[in-house]
């Protein structure tokens, strides 16, 4: 008897996931969040913030509102926002009447850290949502064997909340058009008898007395099953095979009926969209996902493509779900040549090299920026990417390593010895310290130049912010850009010194005393990666600074060493990014307590990038979901 | 579904030849004899980032605004042009400006509101308007955009001025090909099977959540809208001639050839009353890459300019670049006037705007938006002249005037007070 309650309560337990599976109780440190929250967190925003800050939402930062529901999903952004600021100094402003001491700030960065804690656990609904571009060419390469430039006219995505399940009556011409594209593609061959093609897709032509509505029902049942990614209702198949008895009707053979069955189903929203296959009858409210909806969420995470029929297969047994599965799998996608879409669709993004190939350069000052040496750049960075990856390397490694990938007109670049000749990349190892990860690579430094100089401030804006996860507040809205300072303001004066400038104003001076000295750091790194002694002033480059930790660098070397010894800070923005974007939200709220709890255990085996995404794919976010409430 | 729906779908053949709107625009009304009235067509230019104010907008008690460095090129058809001034939007503090400028521009939506996305959207002017007139025309309206960056790092909001909501972009046609096949060729229908599967789809929608019910409407909807579209544009093919213009190529094209080219298409389809609304960006509001125009001798980044356009030099870059964009539209306006049309022209039977979200792009206020309308809506807007609005007069209320110029039968539009006064003759 007492066994039996004891059993039950623990599945209460579970139930309610007031304990975590990693033994933390959520409830203690929710009730000392909440504490600390009423005692020291609020007093701080009303005295210091909220005159600007309340609900007339100054600089998008309402602090109100997160004074009422800190714990709300809308909450965490001003939070985030708001400790940013207080860090650098940037507010409250100069001219306030009252100002916190730097003690109170540091005091305050750490009790906004407890917040989430007041956060529901909550792995977030599972949104549908459209294929991407690429999410689409790609499944129609997998399923039907069709080129990916048939999707070449449909509109580029573009970056915006939500706007990936937005679709217009211009987007729906176009699937439209490529549908029927497709199928003229696959029933190319009439009158030739079946291609393997038609025969994979349609099954073996029609044998006498065979009743054709049975034989179209099955193909329609395994058309289905690929193209919707989980099995089709009867309701879905009645559907298809409406459609195939239509054309039927109008005197369309068997294998023209099945086409324009195809046809049906590439219009279907259940294709278009990744859509669940049905409510699960579970009261709770939070249910894990079904295994279709895994193996989508896991395929498109990783290839930016359909589950293939392993995945496929494993998600019909029912046996996806298992954590040991799962990690099998992440193995297996990865090895796969279809995960370059992590690096396409996630990596160069991140990195911000993705339109490196598109960029405008100065003809004059870098004539060797043709076409082959970006394209070059970015297979570098995506070969360095890979081989992380493959060889499950840490975090640190991406910033500082001793190897890398080049060509010939990479080597020249670099000014490697001459023994690299021709196109084809190969891996040579460094012995220049100071090239050797993202931070010496051309890929990395060009994409944070301007057309024909360098610019410190974009370089150490995309250090703080892609590389180390830090929220650098924006600049104020009328500032000139460096270009634009009045001519007798800077004549005579060093890049360095202009942007200096920056530092005697005061709106400036708290977030460029941050920025400026690691872009300063990779000076002698030109606005293409070359190395160069002298600025384009003709004066030496002082590449020495120092850290807002105090801890100082003379040379790009040295500032990439003290950079990779930020292990922790560096795996948990990868993490982070690679979560957004493998569940197609922005992280909120109890998403962070999850990524805390992540990164204990990447921690143990120095914070390496494979374990990081098998983490991200076993945790409680990419494998459940809120269904209510 | 029964059998006899099915054939009809199939065959088409329900009903017999419908009637065609278009056919009837300049036939006498069978009731009075007159000759009914040409049908208005309703076009928005957007320039982004303002206007140099001092070479655009007059001293004033200087009504010459067409010897403003900026309007000159408007001189052939400045009798049918009108300036405005002192119009203006409430800018939500908080939110990024640019971002507003361009996806608030056409709606105007109430500042004040509950935010149903990061900026106050609403469903703008030219979809306000084509719900109301689409059903004359085969193409319910177009959207056209001379945005030739190809990284898409920018947001979606500085890229857009045509919304069917909040947060629902009507995706703009940036191709020039692609704007021909839209305009003149005739795909073929699908209606059958979408038909099928929509209804289906009704089905499985019961199970989602009424968010995701939503974003499959927002589908179901485009479809039905293209289905409808490719069966009115093959009976308006059926009784009409294509226009002798060749499929625009894939050469390249200068900056100036490439906006003209989007001109020219606009024409075309005005001019066959194949749609009578549109939208067209110039170009995307704040774009970070300097954008190259073949044309100027102009290589820096025209926002970045824009914010230190107190200095003689850069102000007289930036007006280059007004200019140019102003001269592109002055050649759609002569074209439009080239066109006879009953008693007038087709410039006469038109509203064009021309504007911007910003009213200066230095201190960012959304105060004095440079506004030009040109064509007379039929007789009725007073032009060749400037229309001096008392200052901060919601923008709004020429949206107002406008859409009710075009039969909404609106009496508000978003935050407006009346419609604008002394625009109409």
Not at chain 1, 330 to 346: C, E
Not at chain 1, 571 to 576: D, F, H, S
Not at chain 1, 604 to 615: G, L, S
Not at chain 2, 383 to 409: F, R
């Amino acid at each position: 008897m007492e066994r039996a309650k004891l059993i039950l309560s623990q599945f209460a337990l579970a139930g309610f996931l007031s304990v975590s599976a990693e033994g933390v109780d959520e409830a203690a440190l929710r009730e000392e969040a909440q504490k600390v929250f009423d005692e020291k967190v609020a007093p701080f925003v009303k005295k210091y913030c909220t005159s600007c800050h309340g609900s007339r939402a100054k600089a998008g930062i309402n602090l109100a509102s997160a004074l009422k529901n800190p714990g709300g999903e809308s909450a965490s952004l001003h939070w985030k926002k708001a400790v940013a600021n207080v860090k650098v100094h940037d507010m409250p402003p100069e001219d306030s009447s009252k100002k916190p001491t730097d003690e109170e700030r540091l005091q305050f960065i750490k009790w906004v850290g407890k917040v989430k804690y007041l956060s529901k656990r909550d792995p977030g609904q599972f949104v549908i949502r459209r294929l991407t571009k690429t999410e689409y060419a790609n499944t129609l390469r997998d399923l039907y064997g069709v080129d990916t430039s048939i999707a070449d006219s449909l509109p580029e995505e573009v970056a915006g909340e939500g706007f990936l399940n937005s679709i217009s009556s211009l987007q729906s011409e176009l699937f439209l058009g490529i549908a029927n594209k497709v199928v003229e593609q696959i029933m190319a061959s009439k009158g030739k008898g079946l291609t393997a093609n038609q025969k994979r897709l349609f099954g073996e032509e029609l044998s006498k007395g065979t009743d054709p509505y049975k034989a179209a029902r099955g193909v329609a049942s395994s058309l289905a099953r690929d193209a919707y990614r989980r099995p089709p209702t009867d309701a879905e198949l009645d559907v298809l095979v409406d459609v195939y008895e239509l054309a039927r009707k109008n005197k369309l053979n068997h294998t023209e009926a099945l086409g324009l069955m195809l046809k049906a189903v590439l219009v279907s929203p259940q294709f278009l969209f990744i859509t669940p296959a049905g409510e699960p009858k579970s009261k709770e409210s939070i249910v894990l996902l079904d295994d279709y909806q895994l193996a989508s969420r896991l395929s498109y995470f990783l290839w930016a493509a359909p589950p293939d029929a392993a995945l496929a297969a494993l998600a019909d047994e029912g046996k996806l779900h298992k954590p040991e599965v799962l990690r099998g799998q992440v193995a297996r996608l990865l090895k796969d040549k279809r995960s370059r879409a992590l690096f396409d669709g996630f990596g160069a993004q991140w990195l911000r090299v993705n339109d490196l190939d598109r960029r405008v350069f100065d003809p004059k000052t870098f004539p060797q920026m043709t076409t082959i040496l970006r394209k070059s750049m970015m297979e570098e960075a995506r070969l360095f990417f890979e081989s992380i990856l493959s060889e499950n390397q840490s975090v640190a490694r991406l910033v500082d390593s001793d190897y890398t990938f080049v060509n010939e007109p990479l080597a020249k670049v670099y000014g490697l010895d001459q023994s690299v000749l021709g196109s084809k990349m190969r891996r040579v190892k460094l012995t220049n310290p100071n090239r050797g990860g993202i931070l010496g690579m051309s890929a990395t430094l060009a994409s944070t130049s301007f057309p024909n100089r360098t610019s410190p401030v974009l370089r150490g804006v995309w250090v703080l912010e892609q590389i180390l996860g830090e929220r650098v507040p924006p600049p104020p809205p009328d500032i000139p850009e460096l270009e634009e300072q009045a001519r007798s303001e800077v004549e005579g004066l060093t890049l360095r010194q202009r942007t200096e400038l920056h530092q005697s104003e005061a709106t400036c001076r708290n977030c460029h005393k941050v920025l400026d000295p690691i872009g300063f750091g990779l000076e002698n790194f030109n606005a293409i990666g070359q190395w160069r002694e002298k600025n384009d002033e003709g004066l030496a480059i002082d590449s020495a600074g120092k850290l807002p930790n105090g801890k100082s660098f003379s040379t790009p070397a040295e500032l990439k060493g003290l950079l990779a010894q930020r292990e922790a800070d560096l795996a948990r923005n990868l993490t982070e990014r690679l979560m957004s974007y493998a569940l197609g939200r922005q992280l909120e709220g109890y998403d962070d307590v999850v990524i805390d709890q992540l990164m204990v255990k990447i921690a143990k085996n120095h914070y390496r990038v494979r374990d990081i995404i098998t983490e991200v794919v076993t945790s409680y976010l990419f494998t459940y979901r809120r269904i209510k409430g | 579904m029964n059998q006899v729906d099915r054939r009809k779908f199939l065959f088409g053949t329900a009903g017999g030849v419908m009637a065609l709107p278009w056919l009837e625009m300049y036939a006498e009304d069978a009731l009075t004899k007159k000759l009914k009235e040409p049908s208005l067509r309703f076009a928005s230019f957007y320039s982004p980032m303002g206007f140099v104010r001092d070479h655009f907008f007059p001293e004033e008690g200087n009504q010459n605004f067409l010897e403003m460095p900026t309007l000159r090129p408007l001189k052939k058809v400045g009798e049918k042009v009108t300036l405005i001034t002192g119009l203006s939007r409430v800018n939500v503090r908080g939110v990024d400006v640019h971002n507003q400028c361009s996806s608030c521009y056409l709606s105007s939506a109430n500042p004040h509101g509950e935010l149903k996305s990061p900026y106050p959207m609403d469903r703008t002017l030219d979809h306000l308007i084509a719900d109301k007139v689409s059903h004359r025309t085969p193409i319910r309206s177009l959207e056209l955009n001379c945005n030739t960056f190809k990284d898409l790092k920018e947001s979606i909001y500085l890229d857009n001025i045509s919304w069917y909501g909040p947060e629902h972009v009507a995706t703009t046609i940036k191709d020039p090909r692609q704007v021909y096949k839209r305009l003149f060729k005739t795909g073929k229908s699908d209606k059958d099977i979408t038909d099928l599967i929509l209804q289906d789809a009704s089905n499985f929608e019961k199970n989602l959540s009424s968010h995701d019910k939503d974003k499959l409407d927002e589908y179901f909807t485009s479809v039905r809208e293209i289905e409808k579209q490719i069966e009115k544009l093959s009976k308006y093919y059926a009784t009409h001639e294509r226009p002798d213009m060749k499929e625009p190529d894939e050469e390249p094209m200068t900056r100036g050839e490439y906006i003209r080219m989007m001109g020219k298409l606009l024409v075309l389809a005005f001019q066959g009353d194949l749609t009578h609304v549109a939208t067209f960006m110039l170009a995307p509001e704040r774009w970070g890459t300097p954008q190259r125009f073949h044309e100027l001798n102009f290589t820096k980044s025209h926002h970045g300019l824009t914010h230190s356009q107190d200095r003689q030099d850069v102000k007289k870059a930036l007006t280059q670049v007004d200019r140019f964009y102003v001269e592109l539209f002055a050649e759609v306006l002569e074209q439009l006037d080239s066109i006879k049309e009953g008693e007038g022209t087709l410039l006469d039977h038109s509203m064009i705007t021309l504007g911007s979200g910003l009213g200066d792009g230095k201190d960012h206020t959304m105060d004095e938006l440079p506004i030009i309308v040109a064509g007379s809506a039929n007789g009725r807007i007073k032009t060749g002249h400037i229309l001096n609005c008392p200052e901060k007069t919601p923008l709004a209320n020429l949206w107002l005037s406008q859409a009710q110029l075009m039969g909404t039968g609106m009496e508000r539009f978003a935050d407006s007070t009346g419609p604008l006064k002394g625009l109409l003759a």
